[in-house]
C-alpha cells in the first residue's frame, strides 16, 4: 500500500496545513513539497503518532481498528456504508466553511488528520477503490496496539491483528439451553441419496425423490468426478458405491472444499438469480468454515447470534468489493429484487443459514437443534469424532410374492444400485427404499443389457429369507416367453347385428377400428372414438356414448 508520503502528495498546501492544525503542529514551510516532508516527519515520530491515537473518539478508533484487522483496507463502499461518507468540496468552500472543524462521521474525521486515504487497487475483479491506512503508520499503528497488549494483558483492550488471524475470530456467542432441546440425528443420508440418483442417471430417468435435492446431489457428484455432465462414470461410481461409508463421505467432503462449481449461494431455495455476474463460491466457503472452525468442538452454538455477529463484523464475506446492487437475485415468492444492503438478511444471511443447515449438515460437519419438534433450527455444534461407531452396511432385503422389494437403509449401496436398475420405485422413506418388480422395469433393464438371472443372483445373495417360489418363476418363466398376460383399457364399438360392422368396415372409418372381438364388436383405436362417431351417424345410426364412472 502507498505510504504516508505517497498518500499526501497530491494534496494541495492547504490540505496539509489542516491536517497539520489537527497534530498540533505548525507548519513553517511554505511550499508544498517542503512542508510534506515536514509534516510527514512529525505524523512518523513514534510518541507522537501514540498520543494522536490515544485521544481519538471511540468511533474512530473502532474505524481505525477495523481497517488495522483487515490488513490496513477495506473496500471504500463497505467502509463508507459502515463509519460514514467524506464530503465532497472544492478547496475554497473546505477553506471557507472549515468542514474540517464539525467532521460528519468517523471517515471524515480520520481523513482530515491523514490517518485514511482513500484510492484504487488491483483485485482479481480489476480496479477497486478501498480506504486505507498509509503504510508506515500502519505499522506504527500494529506495533502500538501490541506494545499496549503486552502491558496490559489483562483488559479487555481492542487489538489489530493480521488478514491471517481475521477468519480465526470466535463469533456469536453459546445457545441457550431451550434452543438446543431438540437435537437433530446426524446422518449421512447424502450417500443413500447419491446411490438413487446414480441409478437414476444410469438408467437415463429424470431426477428421483430425495431427501437432500437432487440437483445439489449432482453439484457433490460432479465436484468428485464421479459424474462428468451429469454422466456416470464407471470407475468412481464402482469406487464410490464400494467403499466404506466413511469413506464415501470423506471423499464428498475432500472434493466440496476445493471445488469451484459447487456455488451454496445459488442453491438457497426460493431465490432466482439474473445477469452475468459472478460470485467465488471457494473463497466464501474457506472463509465461513474458518469462522466455524473456531467454535469449541461439542458446544452448541446460536445460529441467530452467529448471523448476527457476521453481519455486524464482515457484512462483506462475500462481497469483497461491497457489490450490493451489481448482483441481480430476486425472490421467487413475489419477484422483488433484492439489491442493497437492506437485503442482506434474505441473501447474505440466507446464505450463511443455508450453508449450516444444508451442505454442513449433510457432510456431517455439524449436527442441529430445534427449541421443538419440526421448528426452526436454532443452534449447531461441530460434533466431536469420538463414540462414533462405523456404520457398517450389512442390511438384508426382503422379498414379497407379488415382486415387490424392500430394501433397508444400512443395505450394500453397490447392491441396491444394481436392483434398483431392474425395478419401479416407490417414494423413498427414513426406513429404507421400496421397489416393484414390473414386466416395464425388466424391459428397461433389459434394453440396458442386463439380465433376469443377474436379478435373481442379486436378491438370493441379499434376502433376510427365502425369496418366493412363485416369484422366481414368474421371473424365469418372463425371461424364456416375455409378457404372457396384459391388462388394457380399450374402448369397444358394440352393434346391433353383424351387417352393420362390416358396412362400417367397409366405409373410410375403417382406418380408426382395430382388433375385432366378435361378430358384432371391435375396439376403436384411441383417440379416434369422435372420429367412429360421426361415421355411424352419416351411416343413419345414431350411437350411444356409454362410459363408465
Known amino acids: ?68 484487522q483487515a490488513g490496513g483496507k477495506i473496500p471504500w463502499a463497505t467502509f463508507a456504508r459502515r463509519f460514514g461518507e467524506i464530503r465532497e468540496t472544492g478547496a475554497g468552500r473546505r477553506d471557507r466553511e472549515q468542514v474540517y472543524l464539525n467532521p460528519i462521521s468517523s ?19 480489476g480496479l477497486q ?33 493480521t488478514l491471517e488471524g481475521l477468519n480465526n475470530q470466535l463469533l456469536g456467542h453459546a445457545a441457550y439451553q431451550k434452543d438446543h432441546e431438540r437435537p437433530l440425528p446426524v446422518n449421512d443420508i447424502l450417500l443413500d441419496d447419491a446411490t438413487t440418483l446414480l441409478a437414476a442417471l444410469r438408467m437415463g430417468q429424470s431426477l428421483p425423490d430425495t431427501f437432500v435435492p437432487a440437483r445439489v446431489i449432482m ?11 451429469e454422466i456416470p462414470q464407471i470407475e468412481p461410481v464402482r469406487n464410490f458405491l464400494e467403499s466404506s461409508r466413511e469413506q464415501a463421505l470423506k471423499n464428498l467432503v475432500d472434493s466440496w472444499r476445493v471445488s469451484e462449481s459447487f456455488n451454496e449461494l445459488h442453491q438457497i431455495p426460493g431465490l432466482v438469480y439474473e445477469g452475468e455476474w459472478v460470485n467465488k463460491p471457494l473463497e466464501t466457503r474457506e472463509f465461513l468454515l474458518n469462522l466455524i472452525k473456531a467454535i469449541p468442538v461439542n458446544k452448541w452454538w446460536s445460529l441467530t447470534a452467529f448471523l ?75 460434533p466431536g469424532l469420538t463414540g462414533r461407531k462405523p456404520l457398517i452396511e450389512s442390511a438384508k432385503l426382503h422379498v414379497g410374492s407379488q415382486g415387490r422389494i424392500s430394501v433397508p437403509k444400512l443395505f450394500p449401496r453397490a447392491v441396491r444400485y444394481q436392483i434398483a436398475r431392474f425395478c419401479d420405485w416407490e417414494v423413498p422413506r427414513e426406513d429404507g427404499y421400496r421397489y416393484q418388480v414390473t414386466t416395464n422395469s425388466l424391459k428397461k433393464a433389459r434394453e440396458q443389457g442386463l439380465k433376469v438371472s443377474q436379478l435373481l443372483s442379486l436378491l438370493a445373495k441379499n434376502s433376510a429369507a427365502e425369496i418366493p417360489p412363485a416369484f422366481i418363476k414368474g421371473l424365469k418363466r418372463w425371461e424364456l416367453k416375455g409378457t404372457e398376460a396384459r391388462v388394457e383399457t380399450q374402448t369397444v364399438l358394440r352393434v346391433g347385428s353383424p351387417d352393420v360392422l362390416e358396412e362400417l368396415r367397409k366405409s373410410k372409418a375403417a382406418r380408426f377400428l382395430g382388433e375385432i372381438l366378435g361378430p358384432v364388436t371391435v375396439i376403436i383405436k384411441p383417440g379416434a372414438q369422435t372420429k367412429v362417431l360421426a361415421a355411424l351417424s352419416e351411416m343413419g345410426l345414431l350411437a350411444e356414448d356409454v362410459h363408465e364412472e
Open 1 to 68: 500500500m502507498p505510504d504516508l508520503t505517497q498518500s499526501l502528495q497530491n494534496r494541495d498546501i492547504g490540505h496539509l496545513r489542516i491536517v497539520s492544525e489537527m497534530w498540533g503542529v505548525n507548519l513553517k514551510s511554505i511550499d508544498t513539497e517542503a512542508a510534506l516532508e515536514e509534516l510527514t516527519s512529525v505524523m512518523l515520530d513514534r510518541h507522537v503518532f501514540g498520543e494522536i491515537i490515544e485521544t481519538l473518539p471511540i468511533e474512530a478508533r473502532s474505524a481505525l481498528n477495523e481497517l488495522g
Open 107 to 125: 471517515t471524515e474525521f480520520l481523513f482530515y488528520r491523514g490517518l485514511l486515504a482513500r484510492g484504487f487497487f488491483d483485485t482479481s475483479s
Open 129 to 161: 477503490e478501498f480506504a486505507f491506512i498509509p503504510d508506515d503508520l500502519l505499522r506504527l499503528l500494529i506495533h502500538g496496539e501490541r506494545e499496549e497488549y503486552e502491558a496490559e494483558a489483562e483488559k479487555e483492550m481492542p487489538s489489530i491483528t
Open 219 to 229: 453439484q457433490f457428484l460432479s465436484s468428485a468426478k464421479i459424474i462428468i455432465e
Open 308 to 382: 448476527i455477529a457476521i453481519k455486524e463484523k464482515f457484512p462483506d464475506f462475500q462481497r469483497p468489493g461491497g457489490e450490493y446492487d451489481s448482483w441481480f437475485i430476486k425472490r421467487a415468492a413475489d419477484g422483488e429484487y433484492l439489491r442493497g444492503f437492506a437485503h442482506w438478511d434474505s441473501v447474505d444471511g440466507a446464505l450463511i443459514r443455508y450453508f449450516i443447515t444444508g451442505p454442513l449438515q449433510w457432510l456431517q460437519i455439524v449436527q442441529l437443534a430445534t427449541p421443538e419438534k419440526n421448528d426452526v433450527i436454532t443452534a449447531f455444534r461441530i
